[in-house]
C-alpha cells in the first residue's frame, strides 16, 4: 500500500537559519502530494501541495518540489520565524491512475520544528 | 465560515463507556473521514464516507462505528472504550476537484482520554 516516510524529528533552528524537512513516498499511480501544518492545539492546515512530477508547490515561503524520480517532496524555506514552530506532516492522496482517492490521505509521521529566537 | 466543526474538543473516558465524537461541515463536500493521531505515528485513518448512507473502513477500524445519514454530519461511535483509544482524533471533508485530485479540511480536533 502507499507510504510516507519522514526525516526523524524534531528539528532544532535558530531563527532565520534555512529549514528541510525531508519526505519520501511509496505510491502506485500518479499520487498528489501535501504539507500540512499543525500549530499547538489547533487542527491540520494544508500549507502548499504539487499535484503532478516537476510540479512546485509554494506559500509562506515554504516550497516543495514533487520528484517522482527520487519518490520525494522535500520541504523548505531559506528563513525560519519563530512563528513557524509547528509540526509539519507529509501527505500523499490518490496514485490511482484515472481514479480517485475518496480524500484519503496517507501521512507521514509528523516533523516538530522548533524555531529559537 | 464554520468549515469543519468537531464536538467536544477534550473529552475523559471510563474503560467499557462509549460515547459519540461529532462531526459537521458547511461546505457541501462529499467525502468526510476520521483519523487518529498518536505520537510518531502520525495520522492514521479510521474511516470514510464518499457520501451520505456510504460509509468504508480505513487502516484502523476496530472498536469505531460511523453513519452518515446527512452529507453534513459524519459521527464517530466508540462502543467501548479502551485506553488504547487515548488518542486526539479529527474529521475531515474533502471535495473532487480537478483531475480526481482532492484536498482536505480538517476539524479542530478531539482530544479522548480512557481511564
Known amino acids: 500500500g502507499d507510504s510516507v516516510t519522514q526525516m526523524e524529528g524534531p528539528v532544532t533552528l535558530s531563527e532565520e537559519a534555512f529549514l528541510t524537512i525531508n519526505c519520501t513516498y511509496t505510491?502506485?499511480?500518479?499520487?498528489?502530494l501535501f504539507w500540512y501544518v499543525q500549530y499547538p492545539g489547533e487542527g491540520l492546515q494544508l500549507l502548499l501541495k504539487?499535484?503532478?512530477?516537476?510540479d512546485k508547490g509554494s506559500n509562506k515561503g515554504f516550497e516543495a518540489t514533487y520528484r517522482k524520480e527520487t519518490t520525494s517532496f522535500h520541504l523548505e524555506k531559506g528563513s525560519v520565524q519563530v512563528s513557524d514552530s509547528a509540526v509539519y506532516f507529509c501527505a500523499l492522496s490518490g496514485g490511482y491512475a484515472g481514479g480517485t482517492s475518496y480524500g484519503k490521505l496517507t501521512f507521514g509521521q509528523g516533523t516538530i520544528l522548533t524555531v529559537h529566537p | 465560515n464554520a468549515g469543519v466543526t468537531q464536538t467536544p474538543k477534550f473529552q475523559v473516558l471510563k474503560t467499557g463507556q462509549s460515547m459519540t465524537l461529532q462531526c459537521a461541515q458547511d461546505?457541501?463536500?462529499?467525502?468526510m473521514s476520521w483519523y487518529r493521531q498518536d505520537p510518531g505515528m502520525g495520522l492514521r485513518l479510521i474511516h470514510y464516507?464518499?457520501?451520505?448512507?456510504?460509509?468504508d473502513q480505513g487502516e484502523v477500524p476496530n472498536g469505531y462505528n460511523v453513519s452518515r445519514s446527512t452529507t453534513e454530519d459524519f459521527p464517530l461511535r466508540l462502543l467501548s472504550a479502551a485506553p488504547s483509544q487515548t488518542s486526539v482524533y479529527f474529521c475531515a471533508s474533502s471535495y473532487l476537484g480537478q483531475g480526481g485530485i482532492t484536498e482536505a479540511f480538517f476539524g479542530q480536533g478531539t482530544r479522548l482520554t480512557v481511564v
Open positions: 505510491a502506485t499511480g500518479y499520487p498528489s
Open positions: 461546505m457541501n463536500h462529499e467525502y
Open positions: 464516507s464518499v457520501g451520505a448512507g456510504i460509509t
Open positions: 504539487a499535484t503532478k512530477a516537476d
